[in-house]
C-alpha cells in the first residue's frame, strides 16, 4: 500500500509527502521421495513500520 499527498501553501512552494506499507510472507518446503516426508525449511513474514518518502 503506498499513499501520496501534495499541499500547496504558496505561488512557488508545495510540501509532499506520504508513506508505503509492504508485507512478505514466504514458506520454503523440502520433500524427501525416498521417506516420503515433506520438512518445513523456512516460515515467516516481514513487516516493516511505514516509512516516510
Not at 500547496?8 to 520433500?31: C, E, I
Not at 524427501?32 to 515467516?44: A, C, H, L, Q, W
Amino acid at each position: 500500500m503506498q499513499a501520496q499527498h501534495s499541499w500547496k501553501f504558496a505561488n512557488n512552494q508545495t510540501l509532499v509527502y506520504g508513506f508505503d506499507y509492504r508485507n512478505v510472507l514466504a514458506t520454503n518446503s523440502a520433500f524427501n521421495f525416498s521417506v516420503d516426508t515433506k520438512i518445513v525449511t523456512y516460515d515467516d513474514s516481514i513487516s516493516p513500520t511505514p516509512k516516510p518518502m
